[in-house]
Structure formats: C-alpha cells, structure tokens
C-alpha cells in the first residue's frame, strides 16, 4: 500500500497521559500535514511541514502539542498532559508540491484518540 | 480562503446520479474548488479539482459555472459505496496550504 499510513488506529489513554503519533506519509511528497477532527466536524488544520520545516502552525496547536518531521520523511505528533478535550481523530495528509502546483493532499485514515 | 456553502444532506437512488452543489459566491482568481469525501471511520478522500474549466476523472465530473461562483460535483452512476459526506474546499496555491473543510453534504445512497 503506497497511501499515506499512521500508527496507533486507536489510542485510548487516561487524562495527563502523554500520547504520540505517527505519519508515514506517500513516498516523496515534500509536505506533509496534520489535522485534528470531532465528531459532526470537518477536519480543522493544526500544522504542516515542508521536508523537516515546520512551515505553519494553526492557533488550535497549544503548548502541549508539538509535531516534527526530523528527516523530511515520517512525522510525529505528540501530545502532553492529555485533557478530554483532545479527544478526537487526528489526520495526516501529504502532497507534493513544487512551484506553483496544485497537487492534493492525500489523507491517512487517521488516529482516533479517546482521553479517559 | 473563499468559504463554502453545502447543502447539509441528499438522498440518492442507486444507479441514479448524484449532483452535490456547492457555492463559493467570494472565490477569487487564484483559487481552485476542490472535492473531497470522508467515508465513515476512513480519512477524507480526494476526488476531483479545477479551476475553471470542467473536469472529469474515473470518480466524479466537476462542473463550474462561468463565473466561478458555484461550482456541482456529479458522480454518474451512484452506488452504495458512494454513501459518504462530501466535502467542498476552496483553497488558492499559494502559501496558505491547509485545507479548510466545512461541514459538507451528508450524501446516502438507497436501495
């Protein structure tokens, strides 16, 4: 399968665990992002790299929230003192961008968290 | 980004096509309509983009209107399979990347 793949499926952990994920993104593409979506929602943007730049990061992404991506390939999102809150499924995608190109973004099928 | 507008639901007939409309009244020049789905429990899956010309792909054809205004997603012959909420975006290509999804359009497709 050369679709985007992430690890755990699922995650159920006690509040002020610490939890992290990870993203294997379609081999090559260059940018690689990360959304998080609840129940009823649309997926929202938390942040996206470029190679192993952190390019942007969306207001939602506190303090207890940090990604990398430290060899431009697989990415990492952790997540300190988990609050109930956080509850949700977090989504990665990836594309390959240069100049001024369109390409899509192709999603993982994501990471249900469930905070207990 | 242009925002969106989806209806909320529709209902179609197996075999029948389904026609999701969507209306991005602000889009500007630079800015592409892309469709996405999201099948229960699986990530949103892309299907089909443009800019201002219609396209048509193995999935679905986008039709835009001439002032790029609104935009219909058409899928020919729906299935079972195609049962999903269909997402419409907006996004231009240049340096925002992320992806700004509403709710979109609960489609179910009956027997």
């Known amino acids: 399968d050369t679709g985007v793949s992430q690890d755990p499926r699922h995650k159920i952990t006690k509040r002020g665990q610490n939890v992290t994920f990870r993203c294997d993104p379609i081999?090559?593409?260059?940018?690689l992002y990360w959304y998080r979506q609840t129940l009823g929602q649309g997926p929202e943007f938390l942040t996206y790299?470029?190679?192993?730049?952190?390019?942007?990061k969306s207001r939602l992404l506190s303090d207890r929230f940090s990604a990398e991506r430290p060899k431009g390939s697989f990415s990492t999102l952790e997540i300190q003192r988990t609050e109930q809150g956080d509850s949700a499924m977090y989504l990665c995608?990836?594309?390959?961008?240069?100049?001024?190109?369109?390409?899509?973004?192709?999603f993982g099928d994501g990471t249900r968290l469930s905070i207990l | 980004d242009a925002k969106t507008t989806q209806p909320t639901s529709m209902d179609c007939a197996e075999g029948r096509a389904a026609n999701l409309p969507c209306n991005h009244s602000?889009?500007?020049?630079?800015?592409?309509v892309y469709w996405y789905r999201q099948i229960h429990s699986q990530g949103p899956q892309y299907i089909i983009h443009?800019?201002?010309n219609n396209e048509t792909n193995e999935m679905a054809s986008l039709i835009i209107t001439e002032d790029r205004k609104s935009s219909t997603l058409i899928l020919p012959h729906a299935t079972l399979r195609d049962t999903a909420v269909y997402y419409c975006?907006?996004?231009?290509?240049?340096?925002?990347?992320?992806?700004?999804f509403g709710t979109g359009t609960r489609l179910q497709v009956t027997l």
């Open positions: 443009g800019l201002k």
């Open positions: 790299f470029q190679n192993e730049a952190q390019l942007e």
């Open positions: 975006i907006v996004k231009s290509t240049g340096t925002a990347s992320k992806l700004t």
């Open positions: 081999s090559e593409h260059n940018r």
């Open positions: 602000t889009i500007s020049g630079n800015e592409y």
């Open positions: 995608a990836s594309s390959l961008v240069s100049g001024q190109s369109n390409q899509p973004q192709h």
